[in-house]
């Protein structure tokens, strides 16, 4: 029988014969089982009560060591950016809303970018205008950045307020 660390391998859950780039790297050689076959099996435990229990844990263990996660994430993903360029960019245009200069974020401070560069809400990261608060980063989705139907809207309030 050829030794463990000769490849290609039989798994010896699967019993397919494996070279080694099938196999995940570990910190002492390579997994046991390739690659399918471990992601089946942890397919497997996560489906069970223990999985899920035990996934449970590491996710809220990981979030108390880890809690700017999910945050850096988000606009690592669809910003291009990390919390020190949020932050200072924050700072540069004076810790408000740069659209209304609130001091209040109405739920969590967001990017505003050019919808024309990039239409979606992950970006290139360059068409970044400023941080807004909840409330005018809504209000430009909704009008879909389109200035005219802005202007429109404002002409429509005057008018309503010169008739009250």
């Known amino acids: 029988m050829p030794s463990k660390n000769t490849y290609p391998r039989q798994c010896p859950r699967c019993k397919k014969n494996k070279g080694i780039k099938s196999y995940y790297k570990k910190l002492k050689g390579v997994s046991y089982y390739c690659k399918k076959c471990t992601k089946e ?3 497997e435990f996560n489906a069970t009560r223990e999985g899920q229990i ?22 690592l ?3 291009k950016i990390n919390i020190e ?5 924050f700072a540069t245009q004076g810790n408000k809303c740069l659209a209304c200069g609130s001091k ?4 969590r401070w967001q990017v505003d970018h050019d919808h024309n560069c990039c239409p979606t809400h992950e ?12 409330k005018c980063n809504r209000t430009l989705g909704n009008a879909g950045d389109d200035k005219n139907l802005l202007v429109s809207l404002i002409m429509y309030l005057e008018n309503y307020a010169k008739h009250s």
């Not at 035990?54 to 945050?71: D, V």
């Not at 360029?85 to 960019?89: E, G, K, P, T, Y």
């Not at 209040?104 to 739920?107: P, V």
């Open 41 to 43: 099996l942890r397919r």
């Open 54 to 75: 035990k996934n449970a844990e590491a996710t809220r263990k990981y979030k108390k060591e880890h809690p700017n996660f999910a945050r850096e994430h988000h606009l």
């Open 77 to 79: 993903h669809n910003y």
């Open 85 to 89: 360029q949020f932050d200072a960019m």
């Open 104 to 107: 209040e974020s109405g739920g």
């Open 123 to 134: 970006t290139c990261g360059k068409c970044i205008r400023g941080i807004l608060c909840s």
